[in-house]
């Protein structure tokens, strides 16, 4: 004979007013962690109660409904609620969406808190940094998405970095085939088929390490520090049109300069200008180089000084 299927019959929901709302001793959540209740306050007073809070019937001592209803699953939320009606931003007697458990189940209290937290799935980073990059295709400012998430704007900065790496590895970190250390060292640069290329490379070894990865990435690159643009000066690199790639993840000392044959033009012009500035003195003879060749000085001696009387 087939077994009935047992028909399953949800919680109803309703609108209760905050000052019939108590926190329930049974709610497991003890240590802070996650997003402070300050800022989940300025998150519902800027978008509301996205998720309604779980509350029980309290029961007088006949069993009977006394009006109140506790809460073992949205502890955090009630406080942050709290917190704006101490602020007098919100009405004690506003309505607050709940779903009403019942008082009579064999279901403990402290379950029900329990399980609220443990099925909980946490967002995936990368959906993170696709969401702030919508939003800023969408016309939302780098500055205004770190006051809607009270984060600091060079921290939406690096969301959007990390977002703008080519599809392909956004796929293969969303995959757990490459780490977020590694994803932040690809970053570097804004070459997808670079990247791409470099992944080939390392993918298949052992050796995948995140300073690998930034230097095979700017092994065509010239450091910030390097002599050459220390002389030409970064201001005059860029307005050539030069870029320069920028590491958000970690000290890059001013970053890379990626053309290196704009750059080694703008210091041959410098340089023969300098030149033509000291030839102009009268010398007979001068030459503007990089570098100097070894051995350029042999058979040369100092001319002495000679006063005229």
Sequence with gaps: MATAIQKITLSS???IPFNKLVLSQANVRRVKA???IEELAESIARRGLIQSLHVRPVLDGEGQETG????PAGGRRFRALELLAKQKRLARTAPVPCVVGDAASGILIDEISLIENIERAPLHPLDQFRAFQAMRDKGMTEEAIAAAFFVGVNVVKQRLRLA????TLL????EDDMTLEMLMAFTVSADHARQKQVWEAISAGWQKEPWQIR???TETTVRASDKRAVFVGIDAYEAAGGIILRDLFQSDDGG???DAGLLDRLVAEKLKAMADEIAAEGWKWVEAALSIPYGV???LRRSPARRSI
């Design 215 to 217: 230097r095979m990435l």
């Design 164 to 167: 703008s790496v080519s599809p």
């Design 171 to 174: 796929d293969i970190y969303a």
């Design 34 to 36: 996650g997003v402070s």
């Design 256 to 258: 890379w300069l990626q």
């Design 68 to 71: 109140m209803f506790e809460v």
């Design 297 to 299: 000085t042999h058979g």
């Design 13 to 15: 929901s309703r609108d």
